[in-house]
Every structure is written in structure tokens, then in C-alpha cells.
């Protein structure tokens, strides 16, 4: 995201500005967002069973330390855990399916094979 545009909040003298730097913020997120999910999707190729997928240790140590990060920040805490948490909850889906679809090209691919 090119920030040169935006205006600091402190600098902002009307609402518009503020939406528009909020506004702008938001996109750069969606987009952070969009490639978490690109990552996450690469990472269910990695992985042995669907079962693995999920991996809840991860999930807590995740969620521990962006809680950890956003006080640092001084943000509630509480508040960013639950934000990633559902962040989390979409991403394993996301991983599931992307496993389940790797999953189902192998067997189709061996199949063929065995069919030759």
C-alpha cells in the first residue's frame, strides 16, 4: 500500500479524510487477509491427513502471541484474539478444502495410472 496518500489521523480536519484513511487501511487488510489464505492453502500440501490440518497447538500459540502482540501495540487484547480466532477458524476451513482438493487430484491421478 503507497501511504504517501493517506493522511495522518492527527493531521485529518473532517470525517471524509478520516473514512478515506480508514478506508484505505481496510483494503491493505482484506488484501494482508488474501495472502495469509494463499500461505495457508500452500501449507494443507504439507500435511499428511486431513487430520493434521487443524493442528491446535498451533492454533493456541497463534492466538497467544497476536494477543501478546496487540497489547504490546495497546490494543485489547481480548478483543484481537477473538478477531483472530475467526481469522484462524476461516483459514483451517480454507486448508481443509485445499487439502481435500489435493487429496482428490492424487487418487485421481493414481487411478488413471492404474488404469494405463
Known amino acids: 500500500m503507497d501511504k504517501s496518500h493517506l493522511i495522518p489521523p492527527e493531521q485529518c480536519v473532517n470525517l471524509d479524510e478520516i473514512r478515506a484513511g480508514m478506508d484505505a487501511i481496510d483494503r491493505e487488510i482484506v488484501s494482508l487477509i488474501a495472502s495469509r489464505v494463499a500461505y495457508v492453502r500452500k501449507a494443507a500440501g504439507f500435511k499428511t491427513s486431513s487430520a493434521n490440518v487443524a493442528a491446535p497447538e498451533r492454533v493456541a500459540a497463534v ?47 493414481f487411478l488413471s495410472e492404474q488404469n494405463r
Not at 69 to 80: C, H, M, Q, R
Not at 82 to 105: F, I, P
Open 63 to 109: 492466538l497467544k502471541t497476536r494477543r501478546q502482540w496487540a497489547e504490546a501495540a495497546g490494543l485489547n487484547g481480548g478483543v484481537i484474539e477473538s478477531l483472530y480466532r475467526d481469522l484462524v477458524t476461516y483459514c483451517v476451513s480454507e486448508e481443509h478444502r485445499q487439502w481435500e482438493a489435493n487429496h482428490a487430484k492424487t487418487v485421481h491421478t
